[in-house]
């Protein structure tokens, strides 16, 4: 009896598996009527505009697109599970410009004048994203408040202080103000901070964010959404010039591909292995305890850090609970768990160990909050709600990719946004979209944030040679 052979190849392990345990977020829209749009109904035969992936990036090119005087026709947009379920959908909450503490980072990895340009970006796109909110009206717990990096060791602040003096040194013109000790203290009620520096950015609910562009882009005709249409591969079409893209429900032909799939991108670009790092990024569900009080125990919107890789960020909502960023990094983390948060995109459950440090360090510097880690296995821990994690799509230059697929007329990216989608999509995505239609480019974006042959062949070379990181920027002392 023959042997059967199944010459169909392995699903790639980058592409999105099914989803697993929901954010914050997440269990805020659990009603909303676009949540699986477009599950049941079949797919277009073509479109002009095919838009792989459903979040922010894919939203926010979908509405420039649909807006511009000479808009395409159609506009696809396929999901490969509910819509905004991606890293959109379960981040921590902020939408925080970097002022000033990157300009180290981003002096080294693309020169000072650059690096004040990308700095400068961010300011810009927090202006964009409040403009927008405020214009449409979206209803996502948009909330523009101080901010504030807190220094939680010396190193730190020396780290942060020296960061914002080379920056204005070089003619910067941060939008910050550098708290002492005392003041720090006063403002954060962290006992232990050693110092700070506070700016105004804003917390935000990303899913109503995201979920009601879309609305707004289905108001605008030619629109179509589906959701749980996984997109496994895009090849040329018979014709030479458009692409068909293969999902599991049938062939959308489409004259432009755009690739809003960030951390997922590697799954059906290749040229981009290992230039995307899928990386895992867990945040908590916290009540305070307190909530009912004129005053409560946290009111802000900050960074906790140690080392500039080893932070926590905590989101206070508008109800006064609390999105509690963990860390991805500290000195004595398992072998196992760093091993576990690289290069995967299992976001269907969440670490125990990542999880137990970011509760006990939380009950720690807010020792009056009423806040414990015991009892954090059985789901018992006081304050504690649920975890969760998301997927963000780090690269070795620590900018996103944008633009034209090398070698591929008609293919265009905007992914890798480094854990920092939300100060940035908001002029990345429009920049993509006017290129896209009239291949010119909008100045406003950083001119490293594009992608060329010769920045994936430089960032190749700098990961040969060990002066890059898979996981991001550059090698650091202070990087534990």
């Not at 974006?445 to 062949?457: H, Y």
């Amino acid at each position: 009896m023959p042997i059967a052979i199944n010459n169909t190849p392995p699903p790639h392990p980058h592409l999105p598996i099914p989803l697993g345990g929901l954010s914050v977020w997440q269990h805020s829209t659990r009603d909303h009527p676009l949540l699986n749009a477009g599950r049941d109904d079949p797919l277009p035969a073509e479109a002009d505009v095919v838009i792989i992936g459903s979040g922010l990036c894919g939203a926010v090119t979908a509405h420039s697109l649909l807006n511009d005087p000479s808009r395409p026709d159609s506009v696809v947009v396929l999901e490969a599970r509910e819509i905004c379920s991606g890293a959109s959908g379960r981040n921590a909450g902020h939408c925080r410009p970097d002022e000033s503490r990157g300009f180290p980072a981003f002096s080294a990895l693309h020169g000072t004048e650059e690096a004040k340009r990308i700095l400068k970006s961010e300011r810009v796109t927090f202006e964009k994203v409040n403009e927008f909110i405020e214009k449409t009206k979206i209803d996502c717990e948009w909330t523009p408040r101080d901010t504030y990096d807190v220094s939680l060791s010396e190193d730190f602040k020396e780290y942060a202080s020296k960061a914002l003096k080379d920056l204005l040194d070089a003619g910067g013109q941060p939008e910050v103000e550098e708290l002492s000790k005392d003041q720090a203290i006063k403002e954060t009620r962290i006992g232990v901070a050693h110092g700070a520096v506070k700016w105004w950015a804003a917390t935000v609910n990303p899913a109503k964010l995201t979920l009601g562009i879309h609305q707004i882009c289905q108001s605008l005709g030619g629109y179509s959404l589906f959701s749980y249409a996984p997109a496994h591969a895009v090849t040329q079409a018979e014709d030479g010039e458009s692409w068909d893209v293969k999902t599991p429900r049938g062939i959308v032909k489409a004259k432009k591909v755009v690739y809003a799939t960030n951390a997922y991108s590697d799954a059906l670009l290749e040229e981009l292995e290992g230039l995307i790092v899928p990386t895992r990024v867990s945040a908590i569900s916290s009540l305070q305890l307190f909530s009912q009080c004129a005053d409560p125990p946290i009111s802000l919107n900050s960074s906790l850090r140690f080392l500039p890789q080893h932070f926590y960020s905590v989101c206070c909502r508008p109800d006064n609970s609390i999105s509690l960023g963990t860390s991805r990094k500290w000195h004595g983390m398992s072998p196992a768990t760093a091993a576990a948060i690289q290069n995967t995109v299992d976001d269907s459950s969440y670490s125990t160990e990542v999880t137990q440090n970011a509760v006990e360090q939380f009950a720690k510097l807010f020792p009056d909050g009423g806040w414990s880690s015991e009892g954090l296995e059985e789901g018992k821990a006081k304050g504690y709600e649920y975890s969760w994690t998301g997927i963000i799509g780090m690269t070795p230059d620590s900018v996103p990719f944008v633009g034209s697929v090398p070698g591929k007329p008609g293919q265009y990216i905007g992914a890798g946004y480094n854990g920092h989608g939300m100060a940035r999509i908001f002029i990345c995505a429009p920049a993509l979209a006017k290129h896209i239609l009239t291949g010119e480019w909008d100045d406003i974006m950083p001119s490293s944030f594009r992608i060329t042959e010769e920045r994936l062949a430089k960032l190749r070379k700098g990961l040969d040679k060990g002066k890059l990181s898979h996981n991001g920027g550059l090698p650091s002392k202070l990087d534990v």
